[in-house]
Each structure stands twice: as C-alpha cells, then as structure tokens.
C-alpha cells in the first residue's frame, strides 16, 4: 500500500494512493489485484479573485476516480472439495462443493466531483457532489441444474451501477461562549 499527498500554495491539492492485495480465496492466477485511486481539489478562496470575499470564507472544489476490490465469498471457493460419504453401504468419498477456479476480485470504480463551501467565517458550510459508483465482476451465486447435485456454483457475473448528488448543509443558528445550536440537513 501506498500513498502520497502533494499541496502547493495551500490551494492546489493532489493525492495518489494504490494497494495491490491478494486473497487466498482466489485461485493463484487471479490472487492478486491493484487497486489506485487519486484525486485533485482547488481552493478557489486562497485565489485573487476570492481572497477578499466579505461572505465565501472557503471554497475548495475536488474530483477523485478510485478503485477497489471485494472478496465477500467463502474461503477457497476455487477448489473442489470431497467429504467422506456412503454409496450403496460402502465408505467412499462425494463431492462438498463445485470449485471455480475463474473467480477472481469483483471490480469497485468510483467517480466524484464536487464542492465544498463555507460562509460567514463558518456560520454555514457544507457540500455538493456528484459521484457514479460502477461495480464489476460481481461476485454471485449462479443456479446450477439439480442434477448436479448442488443449487449453486460462485461466479464473477453481473455488473451495477449507483449514481447520484449529494448535498448537505451545515449552519450554527446559535453560536456564543456558553451555548451553541447547530442545524444540518443532506
């Protein structure tokens, strides 16, 4: 895992971070998996043309991309185990479960853009953003013919998508040495 951050001039921000993970419920040729992410933001209040606003205290603008990875399945789903078992009143060995050796990390990108903002030296404040989240190689549970003699076999196999905006808004409606009174609504 790694990380680094980078500000120049208090008003332009960059940050890149990847990890590269490995799961040992995954077959050998797909253990592995490198997840980046990085993102930029702008403080426009540190610019000329902001600096002297009597109302806008902070202003940072900011998008991010990033990707990560899941591994919510049972451990060594790829193999194919056997328990002990009878036929015909002879010991022997079944099957316990079909293994899947495809299986491999399912796929998490995140997309962000947005703005945070404060007013009034921080009587207000909060945020707007639009983020888009894809999800890949979803790991699932797929039907298998009961003539198989199992209900399931674990897949990668699917593909969702969440989008939206998000808001919030932040204001101290009371704010004096004793007492404060603080409202919030997203």
């Not at 899947?100 to 945020?127: A, P």
């Not at 399931?152 to 998508?161: D, K, L, M, Q």
Request: aromatic letters at 16%; glycine letters at 10%.
């Amino acid at each position: 895992i790694g990380r680094a951050n980078y500000v120049y001039d208090s008003k332009y921000l960059l940050s890149v971070s990847a990890r590269y993970d490995g799961s040992s419920r995954f077959d050998p040729s797909g253990r592995w998996g490198l997840f980046p992410a990085a993102s930029v933001g702008w403080v426009l209040t540190k610019e000329d043309f902001l600096s002297n606003s009597k109302w806008l205290s902070n202003l940072k603008l900011r998008v991010s991309y990033g990707l990560t990875g899941d591994q919510e399945i049972g451990n060594f789903q790829y193999l194919s185990y056997w328990s002990p078992g009878r036929y015909d009143g002879l010991p022997g060995l079944i099957p316990r479960n079909l293994g899947n050796s495809d299986l491999t990390w399912q796929r998490n990108k995140m997309f962000n853009v947005g703005f945070d903002y404060e007013m009034w030296k921080g009587r207000v404040s909060g945020s707007l953003e639009f983020f888009q989240g894809n999800r890949t190689k979803l790991l699932a549970e797929a039907v298998v013919p009961a003539t198989s003699g199992f209900s399931s076999i674990t897949i990668n196999s699917g593909e969702e998508e969440n989008k939206g905006v998000e808001f919030s808004v932040d204001a101290y409606a009371v704010r004096s040495k004793n007492f404060s009174w603080n409202i919030s609504f997203n």
